[in-house]
Every structure is written in structure tokens, then in C-alpha cells.
């Protein structure tokens, strides 16, 4: 089927006449003949609210950074997929993602509400790769109230809810095929009495999250080890090595903290399940993960450039992509080197007493995760929004944080990055490889993933091998 034009925003839909296309399709914005149009923007706030929605629920159901990427990436492609019919410039997903076959396009000849459409099979997704189901159903039930309420035919309404369930099960069907069921009963990991290996750290000694993650089938990458960094620098506790020079170099930090290094390093702690310990008593903090943060980075770039639902949806796309494949490709890494904590290390070798300013999270130390995926999805956003996009960053307000300020993307990926050295949970060699294999994922998810029809562009793809020290 030929690909329709962009559909105008006015109460009659846009008629193709069979003659000059072979087939009729309508793409109705918004709903019935004489109501009255709502403004481009208030579908791309839809989705907004939809992707805020699937937030809450994953913070919610305390997802892991691995698994949270998971559900934004096929939740944003489906939303993508169901939307592009109406935007011809726009290319489909299918056959540019790993395993990714067709997506069946609306039917020919009648009317659909297209960004009802692509809201419904984001929810539709999220709800089946969440756990609060209940939780979804409302949220996603709220927005098709909306659509139905701004004046959509029931007709319309209808056929729009159909296609968004028939995109969404396509998706779902795809996604079903990327080995993550099958490491559900995966070996968990095992830890040993090796010098420098990685060891749970207070205060939960919780297992190590997602051993197996670097099994599941990425989106873009060749392999979850395509980009794998320079070897960690060896483990070696005399006082004058290269490896305790860096333990030093995290120990001095994190007793020297100024006011300024601390706010950022709050702001991008992003630790889904913080533990707490009081007496004889413990309770755990919920929050937003970091691919969660950047998701909400997305979204307020795309507000802040004005964008309407498509180019809203290819950020968000494109961004969990990168985000996604950044986890799978650090992940491998992480669990191939199984590189000690500097909590670990300096309580044991420098100073018993010494505590992070962040919780140590479950996980080995080797690359910095944060400076992975900030790394991967600011490649993205510079190539989608510019390289001095300005934005506000207000992804921690519901967490009692206040809004920080950055004049690039690049800028609150270093700052992100460098936030680790400062919280005493990474190395300075884990922060700057991070940086680096981040850069590249980023840069193979510009090259490889075309979402519009257009003239071959310079790949922009920064690597930060110096993280700033931060600043609003």
C-alpha cells in the first residue's frame, strides 16, 4: 500500500483518491466533521502523558535499569509504528531492527484517529511488559477516554483502537523472540573469594541483577560485545599502583565533596530501590531508573522544540533504542570483567569506616552504566534536536530534587557520568571507557535506524573521554 501524506489538521479528514494512489486511506486527527480541532501539540502531550504513565508504573513495580529499557524500547516502537502511516517521510522500523519483520498499515479507504492509535499500543505494550497490569489498564483506559471524549466518531474510535491492539500484538510478538523468557531460569550468578571480583555491598548484599542480560537480542548492535572497551586496569593493592591511584582517586573525592558536587550527584543517582537502615530496621526508596531520566530528557526536548506526535514519537524511539542497546552492550561487559566496587575495595584495604555518598548498587563495577547509556542517548538527542539544544532538566522534581539547567545534551551526559566518580560507586577508567562504548552505541543507532526519508546526514557522535565536572 502506498504510504498516505501527512494528515491536516482540520475537521474533515483528507481524502486520496483511488486513482492516484490505488487506494484510499484517511487519517482523521482528531475526530468528526464540524468539531473543533485541537492544536498539534496536544497529541504529542498524549504520548507524553502515556510515556509518564508507563514511568510511574515501572518505578512502581521497582524495575531494574535493564529491564526498564526493555519495556520503553518496544512500548516507543510500537507507538512509532502505529503513527508513521499518516507521516510519509517517515520510514518504518521493520527490517532497520534486529528480527523486526513488517507491521501490518491501517486499512485502505476509511478514517482512523492515528495518534489515538499510537498512544493505545504504547500502553498496550507497556501493560504487557510491566507487572502492575491493573495499574496500566487505568492509565491507558484514562487516555482512550480522552481521545473519546474530544470528539472522535465512535466509528472512528473503534477502528483506531483495533489497529493500535494489531500493531502492538505485532510488537509483542517480536518481542517475544529476544531470549529474555529464556533467562528467567538462567544460572544466577556466582559469586567468589577471587581478589577483585565483584562481592555484594551493604547495606541489602543483594544478588547481582541481570547476569545474563548480554544474552538477549539487541536492537541495532551486531553483538552485545561489538563495542567492548579497553580491558579494566588490572587489580593490584600496593599503594603505588596504577590501580590504587584510581581507589585514592575515589576515596579523596568523596571525603572532599562540595555543596555544588553533591547536588549533582543527588540529582543522577537515579537507583531504582535505594535500602535504608535504621537500628534494627530497614525500608527501601523507590525512583525513576537512569534510562527512565533520559526517557523524560526526551520528552522535554521535544517540548521544548515545539515538536508535534511524529517527530515526538521518532525521539522517543530513537532514544530508547540507543538506551536499550546501551544496557545490553554494558551488561556484557560488566559481567565478562566482574570488576570489584571501590566500596568493597577501600573498606578493605584503606578504611573500614569509609562509606559512598551513593548507595553501591547490585552490580559489577566495569563500565559505569550511567556513563554508558548518557553517553548513547545524548548521541541521539544531539543528532535529533542539535548540538546546543538548551533544556531543564526536571526529571527528579517528583523525587524532592530541583530542576538543573544544561546547554547540550553532551553536557548532561558528562555531568551524569562524572556523578559516579563522585557518589564512590565507579572508577574513573569505568566513567571514561563507559563514555567512549556509549558514544559508539549511540553513533551505530544513527547510522543504522533511518527514520526519515532524507539525504544522508553526518553522523554526530561525540565521546567523552574527560567528563565534565558538571554545573547547571
Sequence with gaps: MTSPPRPVRRALALALTAAALGAAVVFGARGRAGAAPRPPASDAEMLDRAMRGLTSVIVYDIFSPPQASRAYAYASVAAYEALRPAHPEYRTLAGQLNGLDTIPGPQAGVEYALPLAAVHAFMAVGRQLTFSRARMDS???????????????????????????????????????????QTRGAPKFSVTNTPGRWVPTPPAYMDAIEPNWRLLRPFVLDSASQFRPAPPIAFDTAKSSAYMQQVREVYDAGRALTAEQKALTAFWDCNPYVMHVQGHSMFATKKITPGGHWMEIARTASRTANADVMRSAEAYARTAIALADGFISNWDEKFRSNRIRPETVIDTYMDPAWEPFLQTPPFPEYTSGHSVISAAAAVVLTDEFGPHAAFADSAEVAYGLPVRRFTSFDQASREAAISRLYGGIHFRQAIDEGAVQGAKVGALVIARVRTRARPEQPIVAQAAPAPATGGR
Design 139 to 181: 492509565l491507558r483506559a484514562a487516555l482512550d477516554d480522552e481521545y473519546r471524549r474530544s470528539g472522535v466518531s465512535p466509528a472512528v474510535y473503534a477502528r483506531s483502537i483495533a489497529y493500535g491492539d494489531t500493531v502492538a500484538a505485532r510488537v509483542l510478538a517480536w518481542a517475544a523472540k529476544d531470549r529474555y523468557l
